[in-house]
């Protein structure tokens, strides 16, 4: 199918849209405190496990938990009719109420452990993993500077920081929980988003050797097009996939699942309406910086000649 959008002339449309977008996520993490909603992978609480003695599924202890008011608590699986449930902090009374209910509601087990814990994603771990993202940014800056150019890779990294900035917000914004697979969907969206900007740019790139009389931004909105039917038909079958994860998967994985909607779908959007376009900003601020540099050297030039005939 080929398609002839004028994606590039409106791009300050696109940046608007953008800034509408993540601009409420910021302001949602400037008032709250902590800026997320972190779940007990990074506060601590209890881990309980437990195995009964007849066949149970992991739905109907998370009914159970639900009726105690601890719906959002991690249960997985760890053997036959084994549990491994991680709650909030509980303290022995409540952690007597909880082996209690399950054994009313799902018959007789027997409690293999029960042990409070401290956060597993700490602090430092935290500052580390983004100390990896940052550093992993820096690298793909220079790959695709050796690949494309400088201007190229910093337009895919900002492009990257906003698919990051956006899923961060509506999580803010909503007071969506996040555990530690949240992490682990940033940085698959990174890997998504930068594969499907340097799909766009390879385009670009070919372009510009074929069609040297049209304009850069004749060029970009060309290479758009023309890659836009691959871009929608991967993202729609990732959404598929992440909708059916969202539905169906429970809610181990659905924070997982929610935080990869979200980006993927800033990420198709951002590949599109916000690389390229803010590619052309960027090679059209360079030229001009160059330009004045010439004028401001040749005006020097002029005014030494002019003195040293004097």
């Not at 007597?96 to 087990?109: A, D």
């Not at 100390?131 to 201007?151: D, G, K, N």
């Not at 594969?195 to 510009?208: A, M, P, Q, S, Y």
């Not at 998967?249 to 659905?254: A, D, S, Y």
Request: charge should be positive; hydrophobic fraction near 45%; aromatic fraction near 8%.
């Amino acid at each position: 199918m080929n398609f002839n959008f004028d994606f590039v002339n409106r791009r300050k449309w696109w940046y608007a849209l953008s800034l509408l977008v993540i601009i409420p996520g910021l302001i949602a993490m400037a008032l709250h405190r902590p800026v997320l909603n972190f779940g007990i992978d990074f506060t601590g609480g209890n881990i309980i496990q437990v195995q009964f003695h007849q066949p149970v599924t992991s739905g109907q202890v998370r009914d159970v938990l639900d009726g105690l008011n601890l719906g959002k608590s991690s249960i997985q699986e760890s053997g036959s009719n084994q549990f491994l449930i991680r709650t909030t902090e509980l303290n022995e009374e409540q952690t007597n109420q909880v082996i209690s209910t399950l054994q009313s509601k799902l018959g007789q087990l027997d409690l293999k452990r029960n042990e409070k814990v401290g956060g597993t994603i700490g602090r430092e771990l935290t500052i580390r993993g983004v100390e990896a993202m940052v550093i992993a940014w820096i690298l793909m800056i220079i790959y695709i500077t050796i690949r494309f150019e400088f201007l190229s890779g910093l337009a895919a990294i900002l492009a990257l920081v906003h698919d990051v900035l956006v899923t961060i917000g509506f999580f803010a914004l909503f007071r969506w929980e996040v555990d530690s697979t949240f992490i682990a969907a940033i940085l698959t969206i990174i890997g998504y988003s930068i594969n499907d900007t340097i799909v766009i740019f390879d385009r670009i790139r070919e372009n510009l050797r074929l069609r040297k009389k049209e304009t850069i931004e004749e060029v970009v909105n060309r290479s758009i097009n023309q890659t836009l039917t691959r871009s929608i038909n991967t993202v729609l079958m990732v959404i598929f996939a992440l909708l059916a994860l969202i539905l169906l998967g429970g809610e181990t994985t659905r924070t997982f699942a929610l935080a990869m909607l979200i980006g993927t779908i800033s990420g198709c959007y951002s590949s599109i309406f916000t690389a390229s376009p803010l590619w052309i900003d960027f090679r059209h601020l360079s030229r001009e910086r160059h330009r004045q540099a010439a004028v401001a050297k040749a005006d020097t030039k002029a005014k030494t000649r002019k003195a040293t005939s004097h």
